[in-house]
């Protein structure tokens, strides 16, 4: 606002820029100077603070150098004990303003938010001394879980992914492995830089405030974050030409010939000999044709999962049908569908919850082993109801046996596997091996490609304000759900068995179902089925995890049998308590 008079300097000409620094503006002489009393010399302004002080009892129990969390101001976050300091002494640490500043109400639940990340006990917290997402525990006394052997109950594991940079600057490796949840390794950045590489674009305040978001305005702020990371279009976009009988193999090569800068320019597809303009109908026909045929279990490269035949699983025979390729493949891939999750397009293709929990850092636990092979969790569960100076005589190693193109072969678990007996002291640890083998090991190569090529398009901060199933959701989009065919193909037993669709707790339990929008009715579904996709026939031809028809199934069971509804995805059963009233019924299935 001030009026300058600026002197030309000597070497500029007309038309030429020039730079002028402006003098501060003078003081208000009506105004004491601001000094110590009102009185003295000019006081340089005080830039105000960042960050705010905490001062806390470190709490009984924990040792130097262990990590305890706490709440600081209305935010929970993991502090880790100074290796001078002891139970009892007072210690001091800074958080950001920006975690616990109020200014309004509606901006004050960020300072109360305690990220929604819970899951069987395991919650992702703020770690104050990088600002970094960790996983932790709480025992039942209240203090962060440190054990790290195996417990069918409570242990949970989580991938982590350490990148490193390539001979060939377009592309990243990376070392992938899956450790305890509770890793200090295994952590996620809470800030993303900007286009230009210097300023923060997204803070810890903005994926917190997010995560407590409904699943449509996560995925608003979600494409609206993507946005600003686009390249614009005057620097540089993309032109993708390819043949339609030749999809897959042009594709690949203009996708993997790119940088991860173009990855997030504009594209435009054309297919070669065919008139047409990309409006962004090409593009959403090029994503849908692209995973189509690479989800195709003809390629080898996937298959159908054993437990639900809507599902798609890496193929650890990947290797045999694509010999030469078969990574490039799956780096392909997740180049792919990180640009349809980055320019809004949808993926032809609903994998197993375990790979989208790995996509979003998700812990993954001994339950989830069911949806990946049903037989060897059904085994270990029965192992921990053995007496344990039994197990011994099972006569079991630290092995596995795989089936490859009809020919077997036994797969170490551990160095030396074969010659380790399992017995009730080791038990834990074979039952971890077996968990990590399952869960990664088998795949660790074509997974690793996959999260590679993914992440050079999205990048993984941003993925944190989703939990598995929305990722499915936002990558697979909402389905469409005819309650009618639905309803018209459910099956009834149990407490249901004589009463069926008459009785009053069936009856409410479709009236909240109605009541529900699209997002909800799509959750209930995964969460009885383990995806959100629908058969392209209806529901009459749902199938289990034996590719036999498995219709929807509500069975009915005692309140103290179980408190909240359970399902059982491997024959698309949910076990409904028998509730006094629909409140309680909405209350506990929502």
Not at 10 to 31: E, F, Q, W
Not at 512 to 526: G, K, N, T
Request: aromatic share 8%; glycine share 8%.
């Amino acid at each position: 606002g001030q009026q300058l008079m600026v002197t030309c300097p000597p070497n500029a000409r007309p038309g030429m820029s020039v730079r002028i620094v402006p003098p501060a503006p003078p003081r208000n002489l009506d105004r004491p100077p601001d000094g110590p009393m009102g009185r003295g010399g000019p006081r340089r302004p005080a830039r105000p603070p960042d960050t705010q002080m905490f001062e806390v009892v470190v709490p009984r129990g924990v040792q130097p150098g262990q990590p305890f969390a706490l709440l600081a101001g209305g935010v929970r976050v993991l502090v880790t004990c100074p290796t001078n300091a002891s139970e009892g002494q007072k210690i001091r640490f800074n958080l950001p303003l920006a975690l616990t500043r109020k200014k309004t109400e509606e901006a004050s639940k960020l300072a109360k938010v305690k990220l929604a990340y819970d899951k069987d006990g395991w919650t992702r917290t703020i770690r104050v001394s990088d600002m970094k997402f960790q996983w932790i525990r709480m025992d039942d006394g209240g203090n962060v879980d440190t054990n790290k052997r195996f417990d069918a109950k409570t242990a949970a594991y989580v991938r982590k992914l350490e990148f490193v940079e390539g001979h060939d600057p377009r592309m990243r490796t990376g070392l992938l492995s899956l450790v305890t949840a509770n890793d200090p390794a295994a952590v996620v950045d809470s800030r993303i830089k900007g286009p230009d590489g210097r300023s923060d674009l997204v803070s810890y305040a903005d994926i917190a405030a997010a995560q407590v978001m409904t699943f449509e305005d996560k995925a608003q702020w979600f494409q609206d974050t993507c946005a600003q990371l686009c390249v614009e279009w005057n620097e540089g976009h993309m032109r993708m030409n390819v043949r339609r009988e030749y999809l897959l193999s042009d594709s690949m090569e203009a996708v993997m010939s790119l940088s991860r800068k173009d990855l997030r320019k504009v594209w435009r597809f054309e297919f070669i000999g065919e008139a047409g303009i990309d409006a962004g109908g090409l593009a959403r026909e090029w994503f849908q044709l692209v995973t189509e045929e690479i989800f195709d279990p003809d390629m080898g490269l996937w298959k159908s999962s054993v437990t639900n035949q809507m599902l798609m699983e890496i193929n650890p025979a990947s290797e045999f049908c694509c010999p030469e390729d078969h990574l490039i493949y799956f780096r392909f891939l997740g180049r792919v569908m990180g640009k349809a999750l980055f320019d809004r397009q949808l993926v032809a293709g609903h994998m197993i919850p375990t790979l989208y929990k790995h996509m979003c850092g998700w812990p993954c636990q001994f339950a989830d082993l069911e949806q990946v092979d049903e037989e060897i969790y059904g085994n270990l569960k029965k192992l921990l109801d053995m007496d344990p100076s039994e197990v011994e005589y099972l006569c079991l190693d630290f092995t596995v046996t795989e089936e490859t193109m009809g020919m077997k072969q036994t797969v170490e678990l551990v160095p030396g596997g074969a010659d380790i007996d399992v017995t009730g002291d080791n038990l834990p640890e074979y039952m971890e091996a077996i968990l990590q083998y399952k869960m990664m090991g088998r795949v660790k190569p074509q997974l690793n490609e996959l999260l590679l090529g993914f992440f050079d398009v999205i990048p993984e901060p941003i993925l944190t304000i989703f939990d598995f199933q929305e990722l499915e959701l936002l990558m697979c989009g909402l389905p469409e759900i005819d309650l009618h065919d639905r309803r018209d193909n459910t099956e009834y037993s149990g407490e249901f068995d004589r009463g069926g669709p008459n009785n009053d707790v069936v009856h409410w339990f479709w009236e909240v179902v109605e009541e529900m929008d699209q997002e909800m009715r799509a959750r209930l579904l995964q969460f009885v089925t383990g995806t959100s996709g629908v058969p392209s026939r209806g529901f009459a031809v749902l199938q289990g995890n034996d590719g036999n028809v498995r219709k929807f199934t509500v069975h009915g069971i005692e309140v103290g049998a179980c408190l909240y509804p359970r399902a059982h995805t491997c024959f698309n059963r949910i076990d409904l308590p028998m509730y006094d009233n629909k409140a309680d019924l909405k209350q506990k299935l929502e």
